[in-house]
């Protein structure tokens, strides 16, 4: 095997915000074989051939990216790769969702086709051209560099750091479009059938002592020791009158340093939330973060909201989040619909 050395704190990664929240399980090992996939066909130019797109990976440089030992790397992408060939991701369409809430959906296979040479020390991938220009198609990314994510060894954690990772740039820079300060604490809240139902957790993981032992805890805690954000979290219970009812987690973080420069990042990865979000062109929980964002960073060049925006809003946040907006949230919202008047 020829070495192949690599400095993977230059590799940024841009994955579209489509399949950062579609619903896939993947192992770790086949997960890095998606983000060195995702480098070569967005930042490397792989092009489309018989409606697939062909991505080489080299052993020794996956081994120099992940840091593995190189006597056993051929054999793990192997395994990685067969695995990979027969699993399925879903993308939701809540648009065409049925009327008794059975949820509309496509789903596509990763790849196609996988060809392992030992002898040379490659593997060849054929990536569904389907599912590549699926996320090709969507303008709006998650942007990181691969060498946090390549620290992560639990796949709930790689996931999980996706899923904030596509709220950090979009916080960061509203609030410092609003002249807000970047160092401060920002959150997110994902509710818990969302956390299961896309990231594929296992039923049992439905009883929260279960969630709370093999999900949250660990998956929080790696990020927190091996990437540039240092998260906590809260629990939040329904406010129905259930007891030890969580519905949804509050995850909040703090960039540990100064963000690097971005390199890649175009205006397409940055959402301006400068008029309030549009609510068809969003899955509800998403829209719910999107409005609280518009409304924390409001300033003079902000577009107001209509008081149809605002009774969607509040209806949404309460479905989302089990409980009525709070009184501030509400004063909050009339003040901004009172400028649009």
Known sequence: MSLVEVDNSKVYLRQSNALTTAAYTLSRNEKRLVYLALDKILNNNVKEERGRFDVVIQHSEYASYFDEKHKNVSRDISKASAALNKREIVFYVPSEDGDDGEKALDGLSWTTKRSVRPKRGTTLLSFNAELVDLIRADKKYTGYFLHNAAKLNN????????????????????????????????????????????????????????????????????????????????????????????????????????PKEERGLDCEDYVDLSKPPVKEQHEEDV????????????????????????????????????????DILKQSLLSRVSLHS
Do not use: H
Request: proline share 3%; charged share 30%; glycine share 4%.
């Open 287 to 326: 829209f719910v973060e999107m409005g609280l964002v518009y409304l924390d960073t409001f300033n003079e060049e902000s577009a107001a909201p209509s008081m149809e925006w605002a009774l969607d809003f509040m209806i949404s946040y309460q479905r989302v989040r089990g409980e009525s907006p709070s």
């Open 155 to 258: 796949p709930y954690s790689m996931r999980l750091y996706e899923s904030l990772r596509q709220w950090v740039t979009l916080k960061r820079r509203n609030n410092e479009r609003a002249g807000g300060d970047r160092s401060k604490e920002q959150c997110v809240n994902f509710g818990i059938n969302w956390l299961i139902e896309r990231y594929e957790l296992p039923a049992s993981y439905c009883r929260m002592s279960d969630f709370r032992r093999r999900f949250l805890i660990p998956a929080v805690e790696e990020i927190s020791n091996k990437t540039d954000l240092a998260v906590t979290y809260t629990e939040n219970s329904s406010k129905d009158g259930r007891k030890n009812s969580v519905v949804s987690i509050t995850f909040k973080w703090m960039e540990k340093s100064e």
